[in-house]
């Protein structure tokens, strides 16, 4: 890692200036790698916490019990 600093004003964030078909097949792609993962924690047989959905100090961890978590309220289609 390298030092952090300040930037001295605003940064302007273009998400669709490579084109609406660049922004779609990146999303396209989180979701398909996201798919993937659900379907390995799952064959893995993960065992999901909803407190540590909340409490985990891993990023990663907590990440994924959150996931699991909104997977599985209540009235969700997937």
């Not at 893995?44 to 019990?65: G, I, M, N, V, Y």
């Amino acid at each position: 890692m390298g030092t952090v600093g300040s930037l001295p004003g605003y940064l302007d964030h273009y998400p669709f200036s490579k084109g609406m078909s660049h922004w779609l097949d990146r999303h396209n792609a989180y979701s398909s790698l996201e798919s993937q993962q659900i379907a390995q924690n799952r064959d893995s047989q993960a065992k999901f916490s909803p407190l540590k959905a909340f409490t985990a100090a891993d990023f990663h961890e907590r990440r994924f019990h959150q996931k699991e978590f909104f997977y599985r309220l209540p009235f969700r289609r997937y």
